[in-house]
Structure formats: structure tokens, C-alpha cells
């Protein structure tokens, strides 16, 4: 399923000891049988966070954050799959196989399509671009970086801060990098395909692509280095004042964003995402302690910029200069949010300032008000399109700014949503919501491959996911596999599962049983939801029982009296439908059943007591 073989994946959670890889990322104290620390998802005062040892697994009381060893570095880096199997791999020192070529839809697009080029090739790029980092850096540090050592002074960067993200200096020539690359024996045409060098139009060779730029390192969440960012540091009002790395076999643009390797944690901690226009503007913010903060890199807000952030927290607080092109700016990234389903609020700075200036001038404190007074998205948009039609002084200006926000409306994926904010809409407007819904549609008809004009989507979406927990029963019955290694030989060898009646008990169950009590295998076959949640809460819970056999056979007799019950309920219906339609020889025959199984009842409750 997941293009590792099943043996491959037992071996990376073996090896790999949760409480020990927790313990990179969260101070634990041992507690009873398992150990306890502050939860790395939620901000906690008293730890709420269990990791279990011996059933290799996690679980907050706090925020119901659980899973295996796997779910946890994939929860707290915002690893696909893929990425969290090649950590932890590494981790142990395990020689990773070549993939089976099975699709499979757990990775994330950009692993897919990165995928393309083959592994030799990508961990070559990604080692010549090691190379020319530390060219970066280390240039930084001498007598002809001395400009760029002034610049970050001068913006208040200490030499910490330059360290932390791995700022660097291209230098002020043509041949700096290119001599770097070529004296580690780089060929010169990898590093043009990554846009480092550029080749000459007259004449042969290369030429370095950045000259005289600050240079911040794009990483990949897992730290990698995809590309770079560079800032100009010259006084050329023709050069342009950031130039990032073309697309390359490891760098898509629009699908990552700046400083998402260095904020990935803070982000989780403080449940949002910051997110600035400019990278001097992010390490400045991550330098005042505002660690959650991230850029586009150039770009406006991208539907996958958004998807990914969603991979790590629901809501994000936009903080764009303070100037006519960032506040357009800010008004397409509410939309893509929008339709996205990421949580955006918009904080608006005042005019000329930008999110550096603003926190040097005026301090902490005050951007953190700023933010508190952010606007959610949708509320902002409403906003700015009321102003621009002036939509409060005349029935014409009103019926512009509904147009507007018609394209926003129909981009939402939910409907409740917009149902919801078309309300909004109508209350802010002082209108009737049909009549603003009439408005959007003639709109939406007017644009062609609009999925709700045409009508799709709308139903699918909103259909609800009423989920039922599963019954005490059936919870134990799963715990006891967890925990009692016998029990596992007792569920095929009983033939356990034709007792079962719920079709997601027996999956995860027989996902428990077959292999080895493998609590990771088990919550692979679980998706987020009441049931995932109800197991871990309870397995984060429960003591070990003292024996586990008698245990077992206890609430075997409990889901057997269970399913006589169930049929005994379902002979008594077929038994009263006879009779009903006068069907004498079926009423006799079902009488007779339920007769045995009113029997079988009345023995097991005496054996009981
Ligand atoms: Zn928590």
C-alpha cells in the first residue's frame, strides 16, 4: 500500500524506539510504565502528552494527538509518508529500497512528482547544492562579504540569527560560485539545471546566476536544500531586488515556502502559521520571537503554499506591507486561503511600514496586538470590496461588490460555508440573502467551468460523516489484542471475528492480530476520526492486565453472548413478520430457533453468575 514492502516498514519501527525519538523533540520523565512531558502539539502547563514503551505509541489527553512512532515525526515535521519512512530510516542507519512502482496516495505532490527524477540523481542535486550553501556561508564570513555583515547589522540581524537560517553572501563577481563547484569536481551542467550557473550566450562556460544577494537558503521540510533565495545588496535600481532559483528537478515554484524548515515546530506550538512578504521581514519577525513565520518566495499565495501549511496548522495570520501592492496582495491570499480551507486572518499594518520596520520601530508588544486584530478572510474581502464600490451609498454599488465576491463564493469547497457567508453577506449589505444569492449565481453562470454553476459538488461535500464509536465490547476486545500476545493466537484460532458484527472492528482488529500486536499496522487502517481517537485514548489509558488469557475469555464470553442476543433480536422480527402474514410453517420454524437461543441466553447469564 504505501510502496514499502510491509517486512520493511516493521524493521524501520523497530529500530527506531519511540520514546527515544520523542525524546529529540520532548523532554519526557518516565511516569509509572510509560513516560510523560509536554505535549510538542498544544500548549500545555501540566504534560498531558504519553508515550507508551512497550506499546510504542503516543497519545495527548490534551489534544487528542496520538499514533505510532511513524505518525509522530510525520505529526511534528508535517512529513508525507514517504519523507517520515526516509527519516526514521536514516535514522537507524537502514539501507533504503528501491520503491515498488505501485502509486500510491499518501505522498504529497511534490515527493510524486520529484520522484521523476530518480534518487541518485535528486541526492546528487540536493549535494550540489550543499556545496554551494556553504560557499554562501562561508563567503558571508570574509573581507568581501563584509557588505552583506553590514546590511544584516544594519537591519538589526544578529549573528545568530544569521546562523540559524544559514544566510549566506554571493559574491560581487562572475566566477565565485562557478570555482567553488568546479574545484569539488560539480558537472557544471547539474548545476545549471539547478540554476546556479548560467550558461555564457558568446563563447563557452558558466557564469555564477547570483552576484552581490544576501542568500537565503529554500529548504524542504525535511532540510534539504531545494533552491535559494537571493537578496540584492547592490544600488542598481534595474536589478531586481530578490531573484530565487528557477524551477529545477527538486524546486517547484509556488509549492513551498521560505523559512518552513526552521518555523515547522513553532508553527504546531503556537497553532498558526505568520506569513510575510519578505524574507528579511521573516527573519527579523523569527528573531523577535515570533518563530511560526513563513514567505511565498516571490509568488502570491499558491493553492499548494496553502495545502501544505494546512499540513501543519488550520489557521494562518497574514502580515503584508503596509503599501498598495501588499494589501492586493493580501487580498489574493484571503481568497486562495478561502477556497483552500485554510483559517487566514489579515493583519494589516499601517501605511509604509512593513512587518521589520514595524516591529524594530514599535516593538513586540505592539505587533502582537496587530495580530490580535487580525480580520478572518472572508470578513477582510467583504470589507475591501464594499470600500471599492462604495457599496453603502448607492443599490448600484452594492450590486458591484456582490459581483466581486460571486468568483470567492463559488470557490469555497464547502457549501455550509457558503451558505453561511453569502448570510454574512446579506446582513453586512442590509439585503435579502435571496436576493444576493440571485446576484452571485448570474455571476457564476456567466463564468464558464464553474462547478457550481454547473452544478457539481454541491451535495457530495456536504454530506455528513456521522461516525458511531464502537461499542465497550468492542473496544476491549482490540485492547486485549494490543496488549496480550496470546490473545492474538485465541482471534484466529476462535474464529473470533464471526463474532464481530462492526466491519471496522474486524478490520482493525484483524489488522492487531495478524500483525504481532502492531499497534502502527493497526492505526494504518484507521482514519482520523471518533474511532482512532476512542482506541488511542483508551490504549494510552489502560494498565496491562495481570492475566491476559483469563482476560481474553472473559470477553469472548461477552461478544458471544452479544451476537446470540443480536440474533436472538433479529429471529424475533422474522418470527413476528410470519405470524403477521400468516406464514404458519416459517412462524413454527423461527419459533423453534428463537426457543434454542432464549436457551443458550439463560446458560451463559448462570455461567456469568
Ligand atoms: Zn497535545
Redesign the pocket.
Known sequence: MSGFDDAFLHEVRERNDIVSVVGDYVALRKAGTSYKGL?P??S?KSP??HVHADRQFFY?F????GGDVLSFVREINGYSFMEAVRHLAERAGLQIPERTHQAHGRDDERSRRVGQASRQTRDGLYGINRIALTFFTETLQTLEGAVARDYLEKRGISRETAAHFALGYAPDRWDGLIGALQKEGVDVRLAESLGLVVQKTSGHGHYDRFRNRLMFPIRSVAGDVLGFSGRTLGNDPEAAKYVNSPESPIYQKGETVFGLFEARQAMRKADRALIVEGNVDLVSLSQAGLAEVVAPLGTALTAAQCRLLKRFVPQAVSLYDGDGAGREAAKKAAATALSEGLALSVATLPDKEDPDSFVRKEGRAALDKLIEKAVPAWEYLVGKATDETRAFESAQGKKLAIERLAQVLADLSSPEERTLYTRQLADTLDMDVKLVTDITRSVQRRTPNNEMASGHNTFDAAAPTNEAPLTAGDLRLIELLVLVPEARALYFGRDVETLVSDERTRLIASAVAESEGDIGDALGVIPQGIVRDQLMRRLADSPAPSDGVIEFEKMLKTLRRDAIERELQAVRQNERRALSVRDDDAALLLQLERIKLERQLETFKALRD
Open positions: 505535549c502539539f498544544h500545555e498531558s502528552f495527548c490534551g489534544c487528542q494527538t
